[in-house]
């Protein structure tokens, strides 16, 4: 049997920023790519006015969006590779306010095929951070069109 080579921390970096650099909705939003290794990812994104909703918060659909980025690119990095979301959840737990927003995700257990990875969202500026949202989420292999 022959068996492959796991794909370096290098290499997975290299994977995960060619990936991320290939999503045309986050280059528009902004977010960052901070840091991943092997079943892990944190993604930011600088608060702005635009992000926000009428109460001054960050929305909600911003926060899950980087919850279900970094969810994903931890799993995918997990699986060694590309991956899809095939579902997650999230629990918002307090209004999202602060500087930046850091979405930081974790493999919880993989198996050949899916990562369930778990996801805490922070906001933060000068007074530290705290956790506005609680993702979790099964990701996928992606398959080829």
Known sequence: MNEQASPS????AAI???????????QWIGAELREVGR?????????RPELRQQHGFVHGGVISY??????TFAGGLAL?????????????VRPAVGDVILARAS?????????????????????GEKIV???QGTIS???SR
């Not at 921390?9 to 997975?12: K, T």
């Not at 995960?16 to 986050?26: E, K, L, N, S, V």
């Not at 493999?107 to 007074?127: E, H, P």
């Open 9 to 12: 921390d290098a290499e997975l």
């Open 16 to 26: 995960a920023r060619g990936i991320f650099d290939a999503q045309p909705f986050t």
């Open 39 to 47: 079943g892990r990812a944190d993604i930011a994104l600088r608060n």
């Open 66 to 71: 980087l919850a279900d980025n970094a969810l």
């Open 80 to 92: 060694g590779g590309d991956a899809v979301t095939a579902e997650h959840k999230i629990n918002f």
């Open 107 to 127: 493999v919880i257990t993989v198996t050949k095929s899916q990562a369930v990875c778990q996801c805490l969202v922070y906001a933060s500026d000068r007074n």
């Open 133 to 135: 949202a609680i993702a």
């Open 141 to 143: 292999k992606a398959h």
